[in-house]
Antibody, heavy 119, light 111 residues
Framework: QVQLQESGPGVVKPSETLSLNCTVSGDSVIPHYWSWFRQPPGKGLELIGYIYYTGDTNYNPSLKSRVTFSVDMSKNQFSLALTSVTAADTAVYYC?????????????WGQGTLVTVSS | QSALTQPASVSGSPGQSITITCTGTSSDVGRYNYVSWYQHRPGKAPKLIIYDVNQRPSGVSYRFSGAKSGNTASLTISGLQAEDEATYHCCSFAGANTYVVFGGGTHLTVL
């Protein structure tokens, strides 16, 4: 059974970098696309972007200047870094696997981790 | 404000059917047959229940069905059960640059 688990600090100070890891079990990061989503309090889900196991990325245009994804095949995990955070980046962050061969459908998700931007 | 519009809440009694709508534009829902729906219970991982407008992943109950007409997609849950109480998110492909957009989510209460 494929499982994803997000990990990282629950609180990040304004202007600093938010860093999260997503560890995959029950599957290999190869040869899939992996995504990051977030859901601010009281709002809908938002795609942050996705990364292919080769390292190819596609970021949400609204976040592109501040976000970087990476994949570590040796640890079977992928990561998110979001720089210069503000209160607007407070959200539950989810990692997910894009369903193979399908468009815009993520078939496995992590439970999510709440990240609060606060001094 | 989300790109797709969903009602904030719906409710129904056990055994009844309910339909949740998801309204987009001619740039997303109306243009592509790549609408998906997710069931999300508090503290749990979102679960894919519909993809490609009306396809169910393996293991998802036949009680869940999807459809689309013009710029509006819909999710119907028949034979409501208590376990269906959750928030339902719609999602649509919106082109290679944006990739996907979401609705604000609809909370389903089973009375």
């Amino acid at each position: 059974q494929v499982q994803l688990q997000e990990s990282g600090p629950g609180v990040v100070k304004p202007s600093e970098t938010l860093s999260l890891n997503c560890t995959v079990s029950g599957d290999s990061v190869i040869p899939h696309y992996w995504s990051w989503f977030r859901q601010p309090p009281g709002k809908g889900l938002e795609l942050i972007g996705y990364i292919y196991y080769t390292g190819d990325t596609n970021y949400n245009p609204s976040l592109k200047s501040r976000v970087t994804f990476s994949v570590d095949m040796s640890k079977n995990q992928f990561s998110l870094a979001l720089t210069s955070v503000t209160a607007a980046d407070t959200a539950v962050y989810y990692c997910a696997r894009e369903s193979p061969g399908k468009v815009g459908a993520a078939d496995y998700w992590g439970q999510g981790t709440l990240v609060t931007v606060s001094s | 404000q989300s790109a797709l519009t969903q009602p904030a809440s719906v409710s129904g009694s056990p055994g009844q059917s309910i339909t949740i709508t998801c309204t987009g534009t001619s740039s997303d829902v109306g243009r592509y047959n790549y609408v998906s729906w997710y069931q999300h219970r508090p503290g749990k991982a979102p679960k894919l229940i519909i993809y490609d407008v009306n396809q169910r992943p393996s293991g998802v109950s036949y009680r869940f069905s999807g459809a689309k007409s013009g710029n509006t997609a819909s999710l119907t849950i028949s034979g409501l059960q208590a376990e269906d109480e959750a928030t339902y998110h719609c999602c649509s492909f919106a082109g290679a640059n944006t990739y996907v957009v979401f609705g604000g989510g609809t909370h389903l209460t089973v009375l």
